[in-house]
């Protein structure tokens, strides 16, 4: 039994806590291929595999002119967060801002230090269960791929996900004593794997698809609905799952803070952002549209357990194998930031408690320590995650419900205002008035896409 204080550091959060250090203290060793590595493994995620549901909502013209639509708002973003990490000159500093919280309280003021650390926390808990309901999908989708191999295609082969969501969260109650990131980096690299492996199989099966059938389905339109209502809801239903599968706003700063230097950070990171983003907005057009291609107006939510696919059932079990064990890394590394930031604020508040300090010795595990508020606190969390996922098992929904809802502060809002700060930027010039636009324009997206989301929700929760 012991006292000592675990004193834990998120790399999405660190600003809550982290002290400034002295520069001679850090060793940056990062370049612009680790930074675009870091950037892939963060941006291509489950969203990629909603997007052939998203073109064939919105059709051969505008599916994928939306797709490099997200794909240059995206760049532009982060070339005004990458202009924001050093200050007051973006590229020789001497002031750093290491993390997007640190950023947003350093340029806008403990305000918006606090509304933006609500949204991320939201952002964070909404990705988890997600990933909840995703790996459910998945795990029922290996168990009906065997019955459609073994009974045939048409064979009643129904299941729930009530069973795998329990299963996961239980798995997760396990996984969420991992003390910190700096203890889950093997986790980490599985769990890329695992994302490249599974999009690229599914990239495959649409284009054996496309092969087998003889021609590319699909309309300029999109899929037909039953009123022009019902075509407008799942049209901004699909501009939100496009929204969940592309910004990675809250890690820029952070990747960026690994590179050495020169070049300037600012510099190698805006090369690197534009890279990264032309290989991923590449690989989500091959699978967005490759997908709609081989199914037209039937083409599934989830490409994987939608069940467009059935043989060879072996390399759609493989996938969604891939899809459960990237979840399960997954779901921790958007975890383990809230689990941080709890577990400080709880020892700031309560520096005397027994209950938050206290750490003991598992017998079993020598080298492993257990404290009660980490006990509770994060199982609460994931029986939280997997409650509301239960509640609402509809995966294109609730993806859009969170990439609408978080796109537009997170990717746009923050990012310029900050910019603004920084570069004093005065009102009406043109770059103010451009800027204030493109702004504008987004919050029109988030407004849209939530709704249609929202709606979607509401209607599959009622049917």
């Given at each position: 039994?012991g006292g000592?204080?675990?004193?834990?550091?998120s790399?999405?959060?660190t600003?809550?806590?982290?002290p400034?250090?002295?520069?001679e203290?850090?060793?940056?060793?990062?370049?612009?291929?680790?930074?675009?590595?870091h950037i892939?493994?963060?941006?291509?995620?489950?969203?990629?595999?909603?997007?052939?549901?998203?073109?064939?909502?919105?059709?051969w013209i505008?599916?994928?002119?939306?797709?490099?639509?997200?794909?240059?708002?995206?760049?532009?973003?982060?070339?005004l967060?990458?202009?924001?990490?050093?200050?007051?000159?973006?590229?020789?500093g001497p002031?750093?801002?290491?993390?997007?919280?640190?950023a947003?309280?350093?340029?806008?003021g403990e305000k918006?230090?606090?509304?933006?650390?609500?949204?991320?926390?939201?952002?964070?808990?909404?990705?988890?269960?997600?990933?909840?309901i995703t790996s459910?999908?998945?795990l029922?989708?290996?168990q009906?791929?065997?019955?459609?191999h073994?009974?045939?295609?048409?064979?009643?082969?129904?299941?729930?996900?009530?069973?795998?969501?329990?299963?996961f969260g239980?798995?997760?109650?396990?996984?969420?004593?991992?003390?910190?990131?700096?203890?889950?980096?093997?986790?980490?690299?599985?769990?890329?794997?695992?994302?490249?492996t599974?999009?690229?199989?599914?990239?495959?099966?649409g284009?054996a698809?496309?092969?087998?059938n003889?021609?590319?389905?699909?309309?300029?339109?999109?899929?037909?609905?039953?009123?022009?209502?019902?075509?407008?809801?799942?049209?901004?239903q699909?501009?939100?799952?496009?929204?969940?599968?592309?910004?990675?706003?809250i890690?820029?700063?952070?990747?960026?803070?690994?590179l050495?230097?020169?070049?300037?950070?600012?510099r190698?990171?805006?090369?690197?952002?534009?890279?990264?983003?032309?290989?991923?907005?590449?690989?989500?057009?091959c699978c967005?549209?490759?997908g709609?291609?081989?199914?037209?107006?039937?083409?599934?939510g989830?490409?994987?357990?939608g069940?467009?696919?059935?043989?060879?059932?072996?390399?759609i079990?493989?996938?969604?194998?891939?899809?459960v064990?990237h979840?399960?890394?997954?779901?921790?590394i958007y975890?383990?930031?809230v689990?941080a930031?709890?577990?400080?604020?709880?020892?700031?508040?309560?520096?005397?408690?027994?209950?938050?300090?206290?750490?003991?010795?598992?017998?079993?595990?020598?080298?492993?320590?257990?404290?009660?508020?980490?006990?509770?606190?994060?199982t609460?969390?994931?029986?939280?995650?997997?409650?509301?996922?239960m509640?609402?098992?509809?995966?294109?929904?609730?993806?859009g419900?969170?990439?609408?809802?978080?796109?537009?502060?997170?990717?746009?809002y923050f990012?310029?205002?900050?910019y603004f700060?920084?570069?004093?930027?005065g009102?009406?010039?043109?770059?103010?008035?451009i800027l204030?636009?493109?702004?504008?324009?987004?919050?029109?997206v988030?407004?849209?896409?939530?709704?249609?989301?929202?709606?979607?929700?509401?209607?599959?929760?009622?049917s």
């Amino acid at each position: 039994m012991g006292g000592e204080e675990e004193h834990q550091q998120s790399p999405l959060l660190t600003s809550f806590s982290q002290p400034e250090e002295s520069e001679e203290s850090v060793k940056r060793t990062g370049t612009l291929w680790t930074s675009i590595a870091h950037i892939i493994t963060g941006v291509i995620g489950a969203g990629v595999l909603s997007l052939a549901w998203s073109v064939a909502q919105l059709g051969w013209i505008a599916g994928p002119l939306l797709m490099i639509a997200f794909a240059g708002i995206t760049i532009a973003s982060t070339n005004l967060l990458c202009d924001c990490y050093k200050h007051p000159d973006p590229g020789s500093g001497p002031y750093r801002n290491r993390s997007y919280m640190e950023a947003v309280r350093f340029y806008l003021g403990e305000k918006n230090h606090t509304a933006c650390g609500v949204i991320v926390q939201e952002s964070l808990w909404g990705c988890a269960i997600t990933y909840v309901i995703t790996s459910a999908a998945s795990l029922r989708a290996i168990q009906r791929s065997n019955c459609y191999h073994k009974e045939g295609h048409q064979a009643p082969c129904a299941y729930g996900d009530t069973f795998y969501m329990l299963m996961f969260g239980l798995i997760q109650i396990i996984m969420s004593q991992i003390p910190d990131f700096h203890n889950m980096e093997w986790l980490s690299v599985v769990a890329a794997i695992m994302s490249f492996t599974y999009s690229f199989i599914g990239l495959g099966l649409g284009f054996a698809k496309v092969i087998e059938n003889g021609k590319i389905m699909g309309s300029i339109t999109g899929v037909p609905a039953s009123s022009f209502a019902n075509k407008l809801w799942l049209v901004f239903q699909a501009l939100g799952d496009i929204a969940f599968a592309y910004p990675y706003s809250i890690i820029v700063l952070e990747i960026q803070d690994t590179l050495k230097s020169p070049p300037p950070e600012n510099r190698t990171m805006k090369r690197a952002s534009m890279v990264a983003i032309f290989v991923t907005t590449f690989f989500y057009l091959c699978c967005g549209c490759f997908g709609y291609a081989a199914f037209g107006s039937v083409t599934p939510g989830n490409l994987l357990t939608g069940f467009g696919f059935y043989e060879p059932y072996w390399l759609i079990d493989l996938a969604n194998a891939c899809i459960v064990l990237h979840l399960i890394g997954g779901y921790q590394i958007y975890s383990q930031p809230v689990f941080a930031f709890a577990e400080r604020w709880f020892t700031k508040k309560f520096p005397n408690s027994s209950f938050v300090n206290n750490f003991y010795k598992f017998p079993l595990l020598p080298g492993f320590q257990w404290n009660l508020l980490r006990l509770c606190f994060r199982t609460a969390y994931v029986v939280s995650t997997t409650g509301i996922a239960m509640l609402f098992p509809y995966f294109n929904q609730v993806l859009g419900l969170l990439g609408a809802l978080n796109f537009w502060p997170l990717t746009i809002y923050f990012p310029v205002e900050m910019y603004f700060v920084q570069k004093k930027v005065g009102a009406w010039t043109r770059k103010w008035i451009i800027l204030r636009t493109l702004s504008f324009v987004c919050f029109l997206v988030t407004v849209v896409g939530f709704i249609g989301s929202l709606e979607g929700l509401i209607a599959a929760k009622l049917s």
